[in-house]
């Protein structure tokens, strides 16, 4: 049994990878897959990678590319979920924050540099014809700690899931002023250089049991129901979800990658453009 370790955050978009391992798919192409929840999101599995801590991660397409750009020895090497992230941009409930107008030239919480929510503040920003050198910031870690930021006011808004992020907002914890889709696939499988030079027959394999579950996710009888209550949301946010998501088993294209490359230079997030074979590799 050859291990591999794989990184996500504990959402909703990464089910698949959890039932393929408890129905022991993996296991039975011989490989010991472990996985390992990363709340604090895509800038730290950023980082996990860098240091060697995980194989492989399930990561935001914007912040691995901009980490790739930064010298990362990554690859992207699939899709995992083609559709658009719905970000809800939120605001402490008892605020004085209405409108995304409002909270112009305020304070926005982040898990850390480079993770989604700190490049999606940019987007948001250009979106809304912001100056982007007025953005500030406060590192956050998670999600509680955005609770915690917005409650104290050491921070104004925070840009999360929309999904993910409605059980705080049925709670009137947070008020949602409005949404910020990606304007590109949100999610991609990434594997380090070195995983991908020992292990690629075994990620190969990995790609193939995860295509597998998810081309037939939603056709699993009872799905929202599980996802409900495996993560605390109501079956119609499930549904409405699940009506919007779109998994994917291809790679992403080269113009996609050169359309994220793109918007992230234009924000001078990134200070080159990469070809896209020093982005992208078909395992």
């Not at 978009?13 to 959890?18: C, G, R, T």
């Not at 079956?235 to 009506?243: K, T």
Request: glycine share 6%; proline share 4%; net charge negative.
């Amino acid at each position: 049994m050859k291990k591999i370790r794989i990184s996500g955050v504990p959402e909703h978009f990464n089910l698949p990878w959890h039932l393929a391992i408890d129905d022991g798919a993996f296991e039975d192409r011989g490989i010991e897959l472990q996985w390992s929840d990363v709340p604090e999101g895509t800038g730290k599995m950023c980082q996990l990678l860098r240091d060697d801590e995980t194989d492989i991660a399930v990561i935001l397409t914007e912040g691995i590319v901009k980490d790739i750009a930064a010298g990362n020895q990554v690859k992207i090497i699939q899709k995992f979920v083609d559709s658009p992230l719905y970000w809800g941009i939120h605001v402490d409930a008892h605020s004085s924050f209405k409108t995304l107008e409002d909270v112009k030239g305020t304070k926005a919480a982040i898990s850390r540099y480079g993770s989604g929510s700190h490049l999606m503040a940019y987007i948001n920003a250009n979106e809304q014809g912001w100056d982007t050198k007025d953005l500030s910031f406060e590192v956050v870690n998670d999600i509680n700690g955005a609770v915690t930021a917005l409650g104290n006011g050491s921070a104004d808004y925070f840009m999360w899931e929309h999904f993910m992020t409605k059980p705080l907002v049925d709670q009137g914890i947070f008020r949602r002023i409005s949404d910020c889709p990606t304007p590109w696939p949100c999610f991609v499988i990434a594997a380090s250089d070195a995983a991908i030079k020992k292990h690629s027959n075994l990620i190969k394999h990995i790609l193939e049991v995860i295509n597998i579950y998810t081309s037939d996710f939603k056709d699993i009888p009872s799905i929202d129901r599980m996802l409900s209550n495996r993560y605390g949301l109501k079956a119609e946010d499930v549904q409405e979800w699940l009506s919007i998501t779109r998994w994917s088993q291809e790679n992403i294209t080269p113009m996609m990658i050169k359309n994220v490359q793109q918007q992230l230079l234009e924000l001078n997030i990134i200070d080159q453009v990469l070809p896209y074979e020093d982005v992208v590799t078909n395992i």
